[in-house]
């Protein structure tokens, strides 16, 4: 995940630059432990890596949070996005997921491309949550990014999305 980060997640509003997502910051035990705690399996969250080799190209989990399930860590090796990988990750999701609650994204405000590609997957602005500020404990004192939430409430509108690709290709 940390390049990507270290791409797409800069927000000069806050402050938030390439280097506040460092290859460092990435190993600190913070950080390795809430990606161990992510990415693990368990009554209530589901986890699926991608592996070229023994190289993670990509990740998804996805947490039931009572009153919505929540996606998080969604991501392919930039290099390798585009070729169906992220739609296969994607697809463990919809099949953990009962749709028997809202399901909810959290993305970086300047993410303009994924929030696009949730939107045309079904998903719209959680408009009342605006805009949530975080800060990791790795980052100088008044560095913070911002993101906003998505979600969707019918497992259709992905599936239709899927099936939309799908047939397209082939």
Request: glycine share 8%.
């Amino acid at each position: 995940c940390q390049p990507i980060y270290e791409a797409v997640y800069p927000n000069a509003k806050y402050g938030m630059l390439p280097e506040h997502y460092s290859l460092d910051i990435f190993l600190t035990d913070d950080t390795l432990n809430y990606f161990r705690k992510l990415l693990t399996t368990s009554n209530s969250h589901g986890a699926w890596l991608a592996y070229s080799g023994k190289e993670i190209i990509g990740s998804v989990a996805i947490t039931d949070e009572g009153d919505f399930v929540e996606a998080r860590c969604f991501y392919v090796r930039q290099d390798l996005q585009g070729i169906g990988l992220g739609r296969r990750l994607w697809n463990e999701i919809l099949n953990w997921w009962d749709g028997s609650k809202p399901l909810r994204v959290e993305v970086a405000e300047t993410n303009e491309r994924t929030i696009g590609i949730y939107e045309r997957w079904g998903f719209r602005r959680v408009e009342e949550l605006g805009v949530r500020l975080r800060h990791w404990p790795e980052w100088p004192e008044g560095v913070q990014n911002g993101f906003i939430f998505l979600a969707v409430n019918l497992k259709e509108a992905h599936l239709n999305y899927f099936n939309r690709k799908r047939s397209r290709v082939g």
